[in-house]
């Protein structure tokens, strides 16, 4: 029977076991807690990924070059990882909610700056902005999850959260060219700033959760980098987003060097959102049985096997299941080392989870870079297998890492 949050009118926080039920987010969670979380980090991935489908036509109704365009995604890009710890830090001294409510507020203005951009330059600044105050979403949403939610079963609710991230990802993938082409992609940049705008006033329901008194500015950044284990985990995380993040953005262009429409091509990119999904869903499930360190090589295999995939073949058969099992791979093995990240540095966790963020982002805008020039040439078997290989050691170092910790 569920119970009422005092400190939370109107959330019901619901009972819970060790089975992972789908109304049971994880002990000390409510259900409508985890619902806001979700739709904050659901909002972020869609505003981060919703730009890309429409690059050349916003190009073309504003009288741009592509390049020039291309400069309000990786403006985009550039600032949300730069403002990784930032928010961490501010997070740690002003709390997960606040943070999260700033933030929000400053998307919402943000986005409709966007829509209303009358020419590049505006659009390029206002979209620059919008990724600095998105980045805070996924970050807090994560570090109130490890706040919260008690070690053991931290995993869970971490899983439904990478659903709502990877359900923000496919709907962008998908909804932004078809919204665009056929009604404006100034509306696509409006969709984010509302659900934004409606957060900021939705979280106010949402509790502050207890955290270690705010030392000296900088005192979080101290307590994260005296930590072996999260340069550690860092150096994995830079690693998974050069190898996940980075070469994943090359499924669809693949696809497009073999005739494939752009449409096509972004429909089987957005399968990687629907395979996430459905893996989250099992691993929710599998934590308590499985052990992180199988949970970690599960995933492995399975980014192997759909770089491996790509490697052998570009056709549309194969880039589907590529592009499934690369979702699949992000579940098993980013959901558990999330969880990890989430307990090394617990009296300054907002900061260290960011640090974890700004590692992967790193890492992913990285390998993008390099692996830009085989792209232009074509050379995308070699591409698939550099990333299958390098697969193989990521899973080890994840893996043997996780093991040997006993925090």
């Given at each position: 029977?569920?119970?009422?949050?005092?400190?939370?009118?109107?959330?019901?926080?619901?009972?819970?076991?060790?089975?992972g039920?789908?109304?049971?987010?994880?002990p000390?969670?409510?259900?409508?807690?985890?619902?806001?979380?979700r739709?904050?980090g659901?909002?972020?991935n869609?505003?981060?990924?919703?730009?890309?489908?429409?690059?050349?036509l916003?190009?073309?109704?504003?009288?741009?070059?592509?390049?020039?365009?291309?400069?309000?995604?990786?403006?985009?890009?550039?600032?949300?990882?730069?403002?990784?710890?930032?928010?961490?830090?501010?997070?740690?001294?002003?709390?997960?909610?606040?943070v999260?409510?700033?933030?929000?507020?400053?998307?919402?203005?943000?986005?409709?700056a966007?829509?209303?951009?009358?020419?590049?330059?505006?659009?390029?600044?206002?979209?620059?902005?919008?990724?600095?105050f998105?980045?805070?979403?996924?970050?807090?949403?994560?570090?109130?999850?490890?706040?919260?939610?008690?070690?053991?079963?931290?995993?869970?609710?971490?899983?439904?959260?990478?659903?709502?991230?990877?359900?923000?990802?496919?709907?962008?993938?998908?909804?932004?060219?078809?919204l665009?082409?056929?009604?404006?992609?100034?509306?696509?940049?409006?969709?984010?700033?509302?659900?934004?705008?409606?957060?900021?006033?939705?979280?106010?329901?949402?509790?502050?959760?207890?955290?270690?008194p705010?030392?000296?500015?900088?005192?979080?950044?101290?307590?994260?980098?005296?930590?072996?284990?999260q340069?550690?985990?860092m150096?994995?995380?830079?690693?998974?987003?050069?190898?996940?993040?980075?070469?994943?953005?090359?499924?669809?262009?693949?696809?497009?060097?073999?005739?494939?429409?752009?449409?096509?091509?972004?429909?089987?990119?957005?399968?990687?959102?629907?395979?996430?999904m459905?893996?989250?869903?099992?691993?929710?499930?599998?934590v308590g049985?499985?052990t992180?360190?199988?949970?970690i090589?599960?995933?492995?295999?399975q980014m192997?096997?759909?770089?491996?995939l790509?490697?052998?073949s570009?056709?549309?058969?194969?880039?589907?299941?590529?592009?499934?099992?690369?979702?699949?791979?992000?579940?098993?093995?980013?959901?558990?080392?999330?969880?990890?990240?989430?307990?090394?540095?617990?009296?300054?966790?907002?900061?260290?989870?960011?640090?974890?963020?700004?590692?992967?982002?790193?890492?992913?805008?990285?390998?993008?870079?390099?692996?830009?020039?085989?792209?232009?040439?074509h050379?995308?078997q070699?591409?698939?297998?550099?990333?299958?290989?390098?697969?193989?050691?990521?899973?080890?170092?994840?893996?043997?890492?996780?093991?040997?910790y006993?925090?």
């Amino acid at each position: 029977m569920g119970t009422t949050d005092p400190a939370a009118p109107g959330i019901e926080t619901r009972a819970t076991d060790t089975t992972g039920a789908p109304d049971t987010p994880a002990p000390g969670l409510p259900a409508a807690a985890l619902r806001l979380l979700r739709t904050a980090g659901f909002v972020s991935n869609f505003d981060r990924f919703c730009i890309t489908p429409m690059l050349l036509l916003i190009g073309t109704q504003l009288g741009v070059s592509l390049p020039t365009v291309m400069l309000a995604a990786s403006g985009y890009f550039l600032a949300y990882g730069l403002m990784q710890p930032v928010w961490g830090l501010a997070s740690d001294r002003l709390g997960r909610v606040r943070v999260m409510r700033l933030s929000l507020a400053g998307a919402a203005v943000a986005s409709l700056a966007s829509v209303l951009a009358p020419d590049a330059p505006v659009l390029i600044v206002a979209r620059a902005a919008a990724g600095a105050f998105f980045a805070a979403s996924i970050a807090a949403s994560i570090t109130y999850v490890g706040d919260t939610v008690p070690a053991a079963v931290r995993q869970r609710p971490l899983s439904e959260l990478m659903t709502a991230f990877a359900l923000g990802t496919a709907v962008a993938t998908v909804v932004a060219g078809a919204l665009a082409h056929y009604v404006s992609w100034r509306l696509v940049f409006a969709l984010p700033g509302v659900i934004a705008l409606y957060l900021t006033v939705a979280l106010r329901r949402l509790p502050e959760p207890a955290r270690p008194p705010a030392g000296s500015l900088l005192a979080p950044i101290r307590v994260v980098l005296r930590s072996r284990w999260q340069w550690y985990v860092m150096a994995v995380a830079m690693l998974e987003g050069a190898v996940l993040l980075g070469f994943l953005t090359y499924v669809a262009p693949a696809l497009e060097s073999q005739g494939a429409s752009a449409t096509l091509a972004g429909a089987v990119s957005a399968l990687y959102g629907v395979g996430s999904m459905s893996a989250a869903q099992m691993v929710k499930r599998l934590v308590g049985r499985w052990t992180p360190v199988r949970l970690i090589v599960a995933g492995g295999v399975q980014m192997a096997l759909a770089f491996g995939l790509a490697a052998a073949s570009r056709s549309v058969p194969a880039l589907v299941l590529t592009a499934l099992l690369l979702g699949g791979g992000w579940s098993f093995m980013h959901s558990t080392i999330q969880s990890w990240a989430t307990a090394l540095s617990p009296t300054a966790r907002a900061t260290g989870v960011a640090m974890f963020g700004l590692a992967l982002y790193v890492g992913s805008a990285l390998a993008s870079t390099l692996a830009a020039a085989p792209a232009e040439h074509h050379a995308y078997q070699g591409l698939f297998l550099t990333a299958a290989v390098l697969t193989v050691p990521l899973t080890i170092a994840a893996a043997l890492g996780r093991a040997r910790y006993r925090g």
